[in-house]
């Protein structure tokens, strides 16, 4: 079974939607990480976790929102989806002091 | 000027050939140097890990970081199609707070030719 797991694993949803992409671990890791991959521009933070009650805003987070449900669990949420937020995310996690470990991704499409 | 910089290529070699991908930064306090490699449709996923100066060799892979020029590179000997791929790296400063966060690369799509 993979480590860290995400749904769905693609999504096309039309502008204006609210969508919730989730996240979950069982590498029992505190941080948690969120980030978007576009052709040219790499990954980019959005929001990240270093524990439940922690959550801090990355490079790019306006437009989403994000709540730690529990130590395994890490959801993303878009409350009004356009279509510029159409990319590939990553949920990644990480032990302090060690690398992070990134989930499959969602390949997500809004138009 | 971003903190880390990473040609995007793409880089098309034959099957056998050395290959050389790098990265510069400009932050000093970076510390601890990795190399994620991302398969297309796939999470990256680490390949090597180095701290401060110097190389580390693991098979075919050398990592290697030069802080007095804050230059970082990977080799790739006798590389394979397998390695197709896009290269992406990373660093940080410290294991505490935020400074443990990653800042990435934009990353090196490879492809090896057969």
């Known amino acids: 079974d993979a480590d860290v797991t995400q749904t769905p694993r693609n999504r096309i949803t039309k502008t204006g939607k609210r969508i919730m992409l989730e996240c979950s671990q069982t590498k029992g890791h505190d941080r948690m990480y969120w980030y978007r991959q576009d052709p040219g521009l790499g990954l980019r933070l959005i929001y990240y976790?270093?524990?439940?009650?922690?959550?801090n805003k990355g490079e790019i987070s306006d437009g989403y929102s994000v709540s730690r449900q529990a130590q395994a669990k890490f959801s993303l949420s878009l409350e009004s989806a356009i279509p510029n937020q159409t990319a590939l995310y990553f949920c990644?996690?990480?032990?302090?002091?060690?690398?992070?470990?990134f989930g499959p991704g969602t390949r997500l499409t809004v138009l | 000027q971003k903190e880390v910089e990473q040609d995007p290529g793409p880089l098309s070699v034959p099957e056998g050939a050395i290959v050389s991908l790098n990265c510069t930064y400009s932050n000093s306090a970076f510390q601890y140097f990795m190399w994620y490699r991302q398969y297309s449709r796939k999470g990256p996923e680490l390949l090597m890990y180095t701290y401060s100066s110097g190389n580390k060799e693991d098979g075919r892979f050398t990592a290697q970081v030069d802080k007095s020029s804050k230059y970082i590179s990977l080799f790739i000997r006798d590389s394979q199609p397998s390695d197709s791929a896009t290269y992406l790296c990373a660093m940080l400063m410290n294991y505490g707070g935020s400074q443990g966060n990653l800042i990435f690369g934009k990353g090196t799509k490879l492809s090896v030719k057969p």
């Open positions: 990644a996690t990480q032990r302090q002091g060690n690398e992070q470990f």
């Open positions: 976790s270093f524990d439940v009650k922690d959550i």
